[in-house]
């Protein structure tokens, strides 16, 4: 499958600019997973952020969307297409806002690419090369379907990888979507801490989200930190700007 030729990449491209791409592997956990680390290019100026939020299973967040429209703030949205199933409404907003939203891939049926038979945070996982690639093949037709652009960006569910499936996957032409700053721990945290983690963004941070949990605190934590990060003067950066 010509995963370069789906995103109008050609072979010098990808060895001179993907596989060069500023990505960071980071050490093994003690299962063995790594979960890779990306931070924007550094600049002289204004502090500078990318913000990458994940429509992982789960329902739509109007206060995070909301805020982003409203204060026209760039976000990389990461989306599963069972989410985009579950969630025609949010999808439909998120499509209405293309200079707000870009969707990336976040799998067909968030697996993590993990091999093997160990669950990771309770989620089964793609097992095997061939469950790997089905699922960033089923996660990016959905999003070819609905915006008519292949996605070139793919982040795992949970954010971990077997070590060697992350040189497999770039090899395809699609480029491994890691972060530097975790900013709720899997909507798990309270708006408070939320908050707080992403107004001490450093320059260069790849602010990592979810926007699929409206019944949690995490979410009103996530539009006050963007709020509260503009209004310092950070500037936002689209992910696709390191490419």
Known sequence: M????GVGLNRRQLLNGLLAAPLALGPARK???????LRLEPQS?????AVTLDACPGHFDPRIANLLVERNIPATIFITAVWMRMNPEGLAFFLKYPDVFTL???GAR???PVLGKQRVYGLEVAGSWQGIEAEIAGGAAAIYKVTGRHPVWYRGAAGLYTPSVVPQVEA???????YSLIADAGASLPAEMVAARIKAAQDGDVIEGHINQPLRSSGAGIAAGLAALQESGAQFARLSSII
């Open 2 to 5: 010509c995963w370069a030729c």
């Open 31 to 37: 299962d063995g997973l790594v979960e890779p680390v």
């Open 45 to 49: 100026g204004p502090r500078r952020v």
């Open 104 to 106: 990336e891939n976040h």
């Open 110 to 112: 968030h697996l993590p």
């Open 172 to 178: 395809l032409g699609v480029r491994v979507a890691g």
